[in-house]
């Protein structure tokens, strides 16, 4: 946002966006000192310059509503909230944006959950994408059971 809100006055963007679609409940626990921590949405919500639109949505209808909750008064007009699948909301969300709309998507999954399609459908629009690819604890700890699920599915083809 530093960089890319001073243009604004340009009118080179119609808007600066942030889209979170596994975006958990909007705290996290530190696993070694037990304190609580601001997740990803929060964080882009106190960014500065402020993103104008904020897309937030987990599959989980439990954390979206903690995640309002958790949300200040005064952001709720900027932001958005969904349930869903991040592949399905990702569709909704760039149907929503306009060509001349400009942002950032993060994807933070836990091991396997995103495909390829989800950057398929972000990569209509102008978007940077941060990915977390998590690779010492979700692939890891899932490959096993994700290799033989894959093996079995290909064997019943
Ligand atoms: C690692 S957490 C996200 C943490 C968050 N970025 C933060 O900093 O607090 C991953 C989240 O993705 C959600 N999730 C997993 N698969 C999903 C999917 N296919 N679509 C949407 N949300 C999903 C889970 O419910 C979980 O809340």
Redesign the pocket.
């Known amino acids: 946002m530093t960089a890319m809100a001073p243009k604004r006055k340009d009118g080179l963007w119609s808007e600066l966006v942030y889209i979170?679609?596994?975006?958990?409940?909007?705290?996290?626990v530190d696993r070694e000192s037990g304190r609580e921590f601001?997740?990803?949405?929060l964080?882009a919500l106190n960014v500065d310059p402020p993103f104008d639109r904020v897309f937030l949505?987990?599959?989980?209808a439990k954390?979206v509503r903690s995640l309002e909750r958790r949300i200040r008064a005064s952001d709720r007009s900027r932001v958005n909230f969904r349930v869903?699948?991040?592949?399905a909301?990702a569709k909704q969300v760039v149907a929503d944006l306009s060509r001349k709309a400009l942002g950032l998507a993060?994807a933070?999954?836990?091991g396997f959950?995103?495909t390829l399609s989800l950057f398929q459908t972000l990569a209509a629009r102008r978007l940077d994408v941060l990915y977390?690819f998590?690779g010492a604890i979700g692939i890891v700890r899932n490959c096993r059971q994700f290799a033989s699920l894959d093996f079995h599915a290909a064997a019943n083809e």
């Open positions: 979170d679609l596994l975006a958990g409940p909007g705290r996290g601001d997740g990803s949405p964080r949505s987990d599959r989980n954390f869903g699948d991040c592949h909301v993060f933070d999954p836990e959950e995103v977390l998590p």
